[in-house]
C-alpha cells in the first residue's frame, strides 16, 4: 500500500469523498427549516418520463470512469488535477449553497400510470434521496465536469467520435434529471452556469495566468 501511495500520490485526493458525504448526508437529514421551493413555468411543460432512469443511473458509471481512466495517465496527470479541482470546487460551492439558501422541488408525482422496473428503481431512488438540496444541481454539475476532461484530455481530444458519444450522454444526463422530476430547469441551468464559472477558471484563466508567469520568469 504504502509503495502504491507513493506512485500514485495523487489518489490522496479521495480524501475529500468521505468529507463530502458526510456534509451532504448532514444537510440532507436537516428537516426544520424554511425551505425554497425552486419551479418556474417549463417544469410544468416537461413531462415524466420512466425510461430516462438509463441515463440518470449511468451518470455513476460515467463519472467514476472517466475520473479513473484519468487517474491512471500518469504521462498526462495535468488533465486528471484539472478535473479532480474542477469537480471539488463545484460539489464544496453546492454544500455551501444548500447550507445557507436551503431548496427543495415538489414535482415528483406521486402515482404512476403503469409498472415497471423502472418506476421500481425510481421509486427507490426517491425514497432514499430527498426532494431538498437540489439548486444547483451537482448531477448537471458533475456529468458536464467529467464530460471536459474526458474530451480535453490527451488521448481524447482528437478522437471526434469519443468527443460526440461523450457529449451526447451528458446531454441525456442533464435531461433525466428534469424527466425524472429529480431537479427543475432552473437547477439544471445552476449547475451548468455554475460549470461556466469554475471550468473557466480552470481550463482557460489558471493555466493563462500559469503560462503568463513562466514567460515573465525567462
Not at 17 to 36: G, N, Q, S
Not at 46 to 54: D, Q
Not at 87 to 97: P, S
Not at 111 to 121: L, R, V
Amino acid at each position: 500500500m504504502t509503495d502504491f501511495i507513493k506512485k500514485y500520490k495523487h489518489i490522496l485526493f479521495i480524501l475529500y469523498l468521505p468529507v463530502y458525504m458526510h456534509c451532504f448526508i448532514w444537510l440532507e437529514a436537516r428537516k426544520d427549516l424554511d425551505f425554497t421551493n425552486i419551479h418556474c413555468m417549463l417544469d410544468d411543460m416537461i413531462p415524466f418520463l420512466e425510461i430516462f432512469i438509463i441515463p440518470y443511473l449511468l451518470w455513476f458509471l460515467y463519472v467514476i470512469v472517466i475520473i479513473v481512466f484519468l487517474f491512471f495517465q500518469m504521462e498526462h496527470l495535468e488533465d486528471y488535477y484539472k478535473c479532480i479541482f474542477t469537480l471539488m470546487l463545484g460539489m464544496t460551492t453546492c454544500l455551501f449553497i444548500y447550507y445557507i439558501f436551503p431548496n427543495m422541488q415538489q414535482m415528483r408525482p406521486d402515482t404512476f400510470a403503469h409498472q415497471n422496473i423502472f418506476i421500481d428503481i425510481i421509486r427507490f431512488i426517491y425514497k432514499s434521496d430527498t426532494d431538498t438540496n437540489v439548486f444547483p444541481s451537482i448531477h448537471v454539475f458533475n456529468a458536464i465536469a467529467v464530460h471536459v476532461g474526458f474530451t480535453t484530455s490527451h488521448y481524447f481530444r482528437e478522437k471526434t467520435g469519443w468527443k460526440v458519444s461523450s457529449l451526447i450522454l451528458c446531454i441525456l444526463i442533464c435531461l433525466s434529471t428534469m424527466f425524472l422530476k429529480q431537479h427543475s430547469f432552473l437547477d439544471v441551468l445552476g449547475g451548468a452556469g455554475l460549470y461556466g464559472i469554475y471550468g473557466t477558471l480552470v481550463y482557460i484563466i489558471i493555466p493563462k495566468w500559469r503560462k503568463s508567469a513562466e514567460q515573465r520568469a525567462l
